[in-house]
């Protein structure tokens, strides 16, 4: 069995766009997510949006514990803002 295993994805759609191809153009549909997924400063609501999509095994990073788990202002400095607006915006609502 083949599988890719994706890491410390911060939100990089640019990135995890080229990986999935990647993985289109081999035949791998399986993955494991070893975290870090959404915190970062480029487009974590896509990426979330496009990871949730998938059925792909995922164990959360210290960043995605910091999202779910700590206030917006004390994680501020560790995920960037467009993590706290989909935090606000999508775990919140």
């Given at each position: 069995?083949?599988?890719?295993?994706?890491?410390?994805?911060?939100?990089?759609?640019?990135?995890?766009?080229?990986?999935?191809?990647?993985m289109?153009?081999?035949?791998?549909?399986?993955?494991?997510?070893?975290?870090?997924?959404?915190?970062?400063?480029?487009?974590?609501?896509?990426?979330?949006?496009?990871?949730?999509?998938?059925?792909?095994?995922?164990?959360?990073?210290?960043?995605?514990?910091y999202?779910?788990?700590?206030?917006?202002?004390?994680?501020?400095?560790?995920?960037?803002?467009?993590?706290?607006?989909?935090?606000?915006?999508?775990?919140?609502?």
């Amino acid at each position: 069995m083949r599988f890719a295993v994706l890491a410390d994805i911060h939100g990089n759609l640019t990135a995890l766009d080229a990986v999935l191809r990647n993985m289109e153009a081999l035949e791998i549909s399986t993955a494991v997510n070893l975290g870090d997924f959404f915190s970062g400063p480029l487009d974590p609501t896509t990426t979330a949006s496009i990871l949730m999509e998938r059925d792909f095994i995922s164990i959360r990073g210290t960043h995605d514990r910091y999202l779910i788990e700590q206030h917006s202002v004390d994680m501020a400095h560790r995920t960037g803002s467009a993590s706290i607006n989909w935090k606000e915006s999508t775990l919140i609502g």
